[in-house]
């Protein structure tokens, strides 16, 4: 028997099956919260920095953003294999994955450097390579550091807990950034917002090294490690073949991503001219991460009350699609159209963030699953896979967004022609709303119950004790 095959084996399926306290809640939290800190940047406030202040086309960094999203498609896999199959007798599986995150905070904020005097081939150069860096570095923290949840514990109420406390400090990372950043750049860059850009990034993410390392410190594995997860990519892959939990969740991460990934990059270019206000940007977008951070505490209460976690999902999200259609149509230009326009958008963050909560309460669950049916237990590598969806539709919706605004003449600064702010108008109150429902769609062919589930867990206990 290998070493890794050896690691944890005084524990037993039945020792892991425990209720997490809120203190390790909150330290697994915690690396959720820097994460966020970084993810929120690159969704809010990248695509205008490339286009409006590096002066990059809207199309060519439409295209760079779905390049790099190939790129994940390649990384994500391997960098899942990787975790799981190799586990460290003193830290852990996953653990020793989160300090990835170090260099990823470094290179958020690298992100956002002007360089001075450069040419702008040079600068697309820069930025590309460091944001191509900025992706891999990411995804070594957030696939293991997501996937750490599932060796935490095996309690299906504990996970709930664990899924929607990583969501709600998350949430409340992007509330505070969205509500602080545009005006720490304004000060700090004393009329350059470029350079105000950078040196906000670069004291958010110094913010967040004390959240990483908590994490890193503060977080138990429990579940033990087995020759079920020292598997291949070819196997893994073959264990997604007619594997409709997974299927049905990548679906629903894929919706997610590009109804969430177009409201956060678009919602900049909306205010800024199609309101004519970007002033505004800041309330609006904070009332946005406040519904989804208040969507997150309330799903966490629901879950308990359901059967299937995929019905808060699909309550949730029907909500969030109504709310999004009626506001294509409002008067935003006038006092009650912006009022309820902002009405509007915090519940589309309650019940759009609210359902993409649940999801990842039932990632670890899958893991399980796959276990019993398929023989490996390859959790980094299924949520690599789903949480590929949900990068993939960000990018896809947000490069479709560039290069619509590239084609119809999109120009940083100028007064913008009546089409493309009818486009601005239409991705994000419209193909916002209507992407969600592939994921409802989907969700309705997800059959893993808290029953099944429940009974999964005690057939793999006496599989682990025979």
């Excluded at 900049?268 to 989804?292: A, D, H, K």
């Excluded at 159209?337 to 963030?353: E, I, N, P, R, S």
């Excluded at 990842?360 to 390859?378: A, C, F, H, W």
């Excluded at 239409?426 to 059959?447: D, E, K, P, S």
Aim: positive net charge.
């Amino acid at each position: 028997m290998s070493e890794n095959q050896q690691v944890q084996q005084e524990n037993n399926y039945a020792s892991a099956n425990v209720k997490i306290k809120p203190k390790e809640i909150f330290c697994y939290a915690s690396g959720a919260f820097a994460d966020n800190i970084c993810w929120g940047m690159i969704m809010s406030f990248m695509m205008f920095f490339w286009t409006d202040m590096l002066f990059i086309p809207a199309g060519v960094a439409g295209t760079f953003m779905l390049i790099t999203k190939l790129w994940d498609a390649v990384n994500d896999p391997i960098i899942g294999t990787i975790a799981d199959r190799n586990c460290s007798k003193k830290h852990g599986q996953y653990r020793p994955w989160l300090l990835a995150g170090i260099p990823m905070l470094l290179l958020n904020a690298l992100c956002f450097l002007k360089l001075p005097g450069a040419s702008l081939n040079l600068q697309m150069v820069y930025s590309f390579v460091v944001y191509f860096l900025f992706i891999l570095a990411f995804t070594a923290f957030d696939i293991p550091q997501t996937s750490l949840m599932s060796k935490m514990t095996l309690n299906a109420q504990s996970r709930g807990s664990l899924g929607s406390w990583r969501m709600i400090l998350g949430f409340f990372s992007n509330m505070i950034l969205t509500a602080c950043f545009t005006s720490l750049a304004a000060t700090a860059g004393q009329g350059d917002m470029a350079k105000g850009y950078f040196i906000g990034a670069l004291v958010f993410n110094l913010l967040m090294l004390p959240f990483v390392y908590i994490n890193y410190r503060g977080c138990k594995e429990r579940v033990p490690f087995t020759p079920q997860e020292a598997v291949s990519v070819r196997e893994s892959l073959k264990s997604l073949k007619n594997n409709r939990p997974v299927i049905c969740l990548f679906l629903a991460f894929l919706s997610w991503g590009m109804a969430g990934g177009i409201n956060s990059s678009a919602r900049m270019y909306y205010w800024t001219y199609y309101v004519g206000n970007q002033g505004g940007f800041p309330l609006n977008i904070t009332l946005y991460i406040l519904g989804m951070l208040i969507g997150a505490f309330l799903c966490n209460a629901m879950i308990a009350r359901v059967s299937n976690k995929r019905t808060v999902t699909l309550i949730l999200w029907v909500g969030a699609l109504i709310a999004c259609f009626v506001n294509f149509f409002l008067p935003i230009h006038t006092p009650s159209g912006l009022f309820a326009f902002q009405a509007l958008t915090f519940a589309f963050g309650v019940c759009g963030g609210g359902g993409f909560t649940a999801l990842y309460g039932m990632v670890p669950d899958i893991t399980e699953y796959t276990q019993l049916k398929y023989g490996n237990r390859s959790g980094a590598f299924l949520f690599a896979f789903v949480n590929f969806g949900s990068k993939f539709g960000i990018a896809f919706l947000t490069a479709l967004f560039g290069w619509v605004m590239g084609g119809l003449g999109y120009a940083p600064g100028a007064v913008q022609s009546d089409t493309v702010l009818f486009t601005m108008n239409l991705f994000l109150n419209t193909i916002a709303g209507l992407v969600l429902l592939l994921g409802i769609i989907a969700l309705l062919f997800y059959n893993l119950d808290k029953k099944t589930h429940a009974s999964i867990v005690e057939a793999l206990e006496r599989q682990h004790d025979a």
